[in-house]
């Protein structure tokens, strides 16, 4: 059956640095892969989507990649903020709409 | 973007009794909405795909006789927990799509069964 992990349950960094958190899947092959954010009691919003066919995508802050060899994609934050404190969930989907999400990564920025 | 609205956003009820929640699109018309659980610390389960006007597909595992699904027009989708129980506990979350890959969440439903 088909497994999506994000490898870190929490990840805590100093304000100003880079956030990098990992999706790896197996058994499965998405037209796309998305990233959401959410905040504690509230629905997920929609961050980026990187298609199979695209390496890298990039969003203010925000860059995403894609590697489908690898079944793995890096979510970075750059110059992060104690406002990025947040759940980022990767979610991998295909032509029906259909998502499946991993369990997400906790991100604590210390000012 | 587009604005999903979820109701109601906290509820408890008592064992045996049912709950509704609704989600309805504000500012578009959604040909199809996704209703989902989650557990603390936990990934966001896909219980079921609610198509307007026909019947939900259920993921396999969801009772459909527990989780009633209506989807009567393309701004709302209504999921019913009948005869609640304290397991059924969770946090229920639906999401609409518009056509496009971009999915968009209700703010989520707290449900607590006592």
């Known amino acids: 059956s088909q497994k999506i992990e994000q490898n870190s349950e929490a990840l805590n960094i100093q304000e100003g640095k880079t956030a990098t958190l990992t999706c790896n899947y197996t058994?499965?092959?998405?037209?796309?892969l998305q990233w959401y954010r959410q905040d504690p009691g509230r629905g997920p919003v929609f961050l980026l989507l990187i298609r199979e066919n695209e390496k890298e995508k990039r969003k203010e802050r925000l860059k995403v990649t894609f590697d489908t060899t690898l079944k793995q994609s890096l979510f970075h934050i750059t110059a992060s903020q104690p406002a990025d404190s947040a759940t980022y969930l990767c979610a991998l989907g295909r032509d029906d709409y259909k998502l499946s999400f991993g369990a997400g990564t906790t991100v604590t920025v210390r000012a | 973007g587009a604005v999903v609205s979820q109701h109601p956003s906290r509820v408890i009820c008592k064992s045996g009794t049912s709950v509704k929640i609704e989600c309805r699109s504000l500012?578009?018309?959604?040909?199809?909405m996704f209703w989902y659980r989650q557990f603390p610390k936990k990934s966001l389960m896909l219980m079921a795909t609610s198509n307007e006007g026909s019947k939900a597909t259920y993921e396999q595992g969801v009772e459909k006789d527990k989780f009633l699904i209506n989807h009567a027009s393309l701004t709302l989708s209504t999921l019913t927990v009948t005869s609640a129980h304290p397991e059924d506990s969770s946090f229920y979350i639906c999401?609409?799509?518009?056509?496009?890959?971009?999915?968009?969440f209700g703010q989520g439903t707290r449900l607590t069964v006592v």
């Open positions: 999401s609409a799509e518009q056509g496009s890959t971009e999915a968009f």
């Open positions: 500012d578009f018309q959604a040909t199809t």
């Open positions: 058994n499965y092959s998405p037209a796309y």
